[in-house]
């Protein structure tokens, strides 16, 4: 096998494993609860031996692990943990997914040398995992990125749509981020696997926006009514996590052909 896609049945491990496939290399996946196809393997993240044993049987050249769940240590933070041990068990090149929320956001801006500073569990556990994936495999990718959009697929364009209808919530407008294309990330992602880089790359859109503006601007392309978007600032609400996280992407997009667009670019696509 030529990939092994560990979280496969999310909006990302699903875009990886099509532009694999359409590239013409063998994939295989895995799931926890929704089987995405039928070369899809079930198998729990958190547990080591059955990891191990499953990437043994497959044999995959590359490993991508797009696995998480934010309100589970032992998936994040274990999980990864066991992904790169199983990886390293068979030599497989590990291209491993983390996230913009290691970071506090008391610096604004990150590039990829400063260090993780988590406020959050999930934060913590994110960062737990890429210092076990740098201990066990140092060739590894450790791919930070931010807030993932999926051509109406996503978290975010799910909740803009229930917000627009009259759903209970608001949208942050001092709360920044970098979200990206989730097609421009997968791209990415496979052109870092089949590099010779290592190490921490930053992967995110060249746009800085906050939550809200992200919201009109999905609603823009989505024929929604913006000014139903209902606003509000983080700062001071007592909702835990990161104001300001602004991943610098400019180094790994030097290494890089895949172009990782700015959200107000790639937004600029309708949904089809």
């Known amino acids: 096998m030529d990939l092994l896609v560990v979280g496969g049945s999310g909006l990302l491990g699903r875009e990886v494993t099509r532009q694999a496939r359409c590239a013409g290399q063998r994939v295989a996946t895995t799931f926890h609860r929704r089987r995405p196809d039928t070369d899809s393997h079930h198998v729990d993240i958190r547990d080591r031996d059955a990891v191990v044993a499953l990437v043994r049987a497959v044999r995959p050249a590359v490993v991508v692990n797009a696995a998480y769940q934010q309100s589970d240590w032992a998936t994040t933070a274990d999980g990864g943990t066991h992904v790169a041990l199983a990886a390293a068990d068979i030599g497989a090149r590990l291209v491993h997914v983390s996230s913009d929320a290691v970071f506090s956001g008391a610096a604004g801006r990150y590039d990829e040398t400063r260090v993780p500073d988590p406020i959050t569990p999930y934060g913590a556990a994110k960062a737990a995992a890429e210092t076990a994936v740098r201990g066990i495999t140092p060739a590894a990718v450790i791919a930070r990125t931010s807030l993932i959009i999926g051509h109406g697929d996503s978290q975010h364009e799910r909740q803009v749509h229930a917000l627009a209808g009259g759903a209970t919530g608001a949208l942050f407008t001092d709360d920044l981020r970098c979200p990206v ?92």
């Not at 009514?225 to 600032?233: F, G, V």
């Not at 990782?260 to 937004?267: H, M, N, P």
């Open 181 to 272: 294309d989730v097609a421009d990330l997968a791209a990415a992602l496979l052109e870092l696997a089949a590099s010779p880089h290592a190490g921490i790359h930053h992967v995110a859109g060249a746009d800085a926006v906050s939550r809200h503006e992200l919201g009109v601007l999905i609603a823009r392309r989505d024929g929604l009514d913006e000014s139903a978007l209902p606003r509000a600032l983080r700062t001071g609400s007592g909702i835990p996590g990161p104001v300001d996280v602004r991943l610098d992407s400019t180094n790994s997009q030097a290494r890089l052909t895949t172009r990782l667009r700015g959200v107000r670019e790639f937004l600029l696509t309708p949904c089809r």
